[in-house]
T-cell receptor, first 109, second 115 residues
């Protein structure tokens, strides 16, 4: 089976940097995905890491260490619109996603 | 390009009643997923279709839940009878290809409340 752990909530101010850590235990690991979900909205894809290292997409970056079963999502230059829940998800065979419990990010002015 | 469409957006029913949710995936997407998301938690996979075939339904409570995707396009998820614990958001997602880089696109979900 799969299990993922991520912090439940993070609070930061506009312009700050936030790092959301995700540790996982899994069998059949192919990669780690990150999704953003605003309240009442649909989860939207942010990034996918299959190999060790850092992937950068604009203000968001994602990192993976397969040997440590660990990854993180880095949110830079925080904006009010970044207030949302962020989910890490393990991607396994059949493109099956198992999601963590989510980290609620609250950005304050 | 239209996204994943789901209806209804909200549904309130009494326990023991039946309920059905409908999903129309993005055109050309062969893979369709149904997830359940409880409040404050991540989505949990219920069933995955490749075209019209259910290839992973291991987490679908088959005593009361059923799903179909008859023509390999839109899909229906049904609960009969509903229980209080079924209150959740039911999300549909679709994916175009088979590569691991291919992301899943989610619909807005149906928020079910069972009274």
């Amino acid at each position: 089976g799969q299990s993922l752990e991520q912090p439940s909530e993070v609070t930061a101010v506009e312009g700050a940097i936030v790092q959301i850590n995700c540790t996982y235990q899994t069998s059949g690991f192919y990669g780690l995905s990150w999704y953003q979900q605003h309240d009442g909205g649909a989860p939207t894809f942010l990034s996918y890491n299959a190999l060790d290292g850092l992937e950068e997409t604009g203000r968001f970056s994602s990192f993976l260490s397969r040997s440590d079963s660990y990854g993180y999502l880095l949110l830079q230059e925080l904006q009010m619109k970044d207030s949302a829940s962020y989910f890490c998800a393990v991607r396994a065979a059949g493109n099956k996603l198992t999601f963590g419990g989510g980290t609620r990010v609250l950005v304050k002015p | 390009e239209a996204g994943v469409v789901q209806s209804p957006r909200y549904k309130i029913i009494e326990k023991k009643q039946p309920v059905a949710f409908w999903c129309n995936p993005i055109s050309g997407h062969n893979t369709l997923y149904w997830y359940r998301q409880n409040l404050g938690q991540g989505p949990e996979l219920l069933i995955r279709y490749e075209n019209e075939e259910a290839v992973d339904d291991s987490q679908l409570p088959k005593d009361r839940f059923s799903a179909e995707r008859l023509k390999g396009v839109d899909s229906t998820l049904k609960i009969q009878p509903a229980e209080l614990g079924d209150s959740a958001v039911y999300l549909c997602a679709s994916r175009a290809g088979t590569g691991f880089q291919d992301e899943q696109f989610f619909g807005p979900g149906t928020r079910l409340t069972v009274l």
